[in-house]
């Protein structure tokens, strides 16, 4: 009878860490498996399924970079719109307005604009290389002697606050 129980409950895990392999997030695996994330909270404290869980949770973050990275690059389709009304392109080949064989009038059909991400390329440029690309900022402040001292230290700092501001008597 264990063996049965033994079966369903890895044939339950391998579901759910299909689902977090497919989108890394409890809740959407909770709902795709309808096995509660109460149940993965209890089975994470198994170092077997802990490592399991890790290895698909990272095989799933490698979907969610694939498709950063395809937007970045590559671009999502919106549609266009004028007037409030879906905007049309008229399909060309050569050139040349492809015309409908029985009607004459061109084929039309509704217009899009990739857009591609540049925030996401930023990301994506500083999570890979980010010695080149991070964020920085100058945490100096310059103090009554004109010396650079850090925004970590403290008393230049209180001392820079409490002194006399540039003109004063």
Not at 37 to 64: N, S
Not at 84 to 89: I, P
């Amino acid at each position: 009878m264990a063996r049965v129980s033994t079966r369903r409950l890895i044939k339950r895990q391998a579901m759910f860490l299909q689902s977090i392999e497919r989108e890394p997030n409890i809740c959407e695996a909770e709902r795709a498996t309808g096995i509660s994330r109460q149940d993965h909270y209890r089975w994470i404290k198994d170092p077997d399924y802990k490592e399991r869980f890790d290895k698909a949770f990272d095989r799933g973050v490698d979907v969610l970079e694939a498709e950063a990275v395809r937007r970045a690059l590559h671009g999502t389709e919106e549609p266009v719109y004028s007037g409030g009304k879906r905007a049309v392109d008229v399909v060309m080949r050569d050139g040349k307005v492809v015309l409908h064989p029985q009607t004459l009038k061109p084929i039309e059909i509704p217009a899009s604009v990739t857009r591609k991400s540049d925030t996401l390329l930023m990301f994506l440029l500083n999570g890979n290389r980010s010695g080149k690309y991070r964020s920085r900022t100058d945490s100096r402040i310059v103090d009554a002697e004109g010396k650079d001292r850090t925004l970590f230290d403290l008393a230049a700092v209180r001392a820079w606050m409490q002194s006399e501001p540039d003109g004063g008597e």
